[in-house]
């Protein structure tokens, strides 16, 4: 079982940057496909963006540009810097692990909250 656990997450201003982290339990992490989604209230999580072991990352139009994916192998933790953030980024921010790096996450952390005023 991979336990993650993410923090960073706070009230901001618009126009602030965060930095949200996830700690994994799992000495294999560095195999693994992590990636960041999203869910605000009311509406459907929103997958935001994926890195994997190699480093090569993807991230959804919305952020791109704006929000960063990276990792720590040898600390076995996985980022979201978020830069210029809106209002509309108020949001559960969740990181996840895709063990097979197929596209489907297979582990899920609790969440942080991340609430963004105008």
């Known amino acids: 079982q991979v336990q993650l656990v993410e923090s960073g997450g706070g009230l901001v201003q618009a126009g602030d940057s965060l930095r949200l982290s996830c700690a994994a339990s799992e000495r294999t992490f560095g195999r693994y496909t992590m990636g960041w989604f999203r869910q605000a209230p009311g509406k459907e999580r929103e997958f935001l963006a994926a890195?994997?072991?190699?480093?090569?990352?993807r991230y959804a139009d919305s952020v791109k540009g704006r929000f960063a994916i990276s990792r720590d192998n040898n600390k076995n933790m996985v980022y979201l810097q978020m830069n210029n953030l809106k209002p509309e980024d108020t949001a559960v921010y969740y990181c996840?692990?895709?063990?097979?790096?197929?596209?489907?996450?297979?582990?899920w952390g609790q969440g942080t909250q991340v609430t963004v005023s105008s």
């Open positions: 890195i994997r072991w190699s480093t090569s990352s």
């Open positions: 996840a692990a895709d063990l097979g790096s197929d596209g489907a996450y297979d582990w």
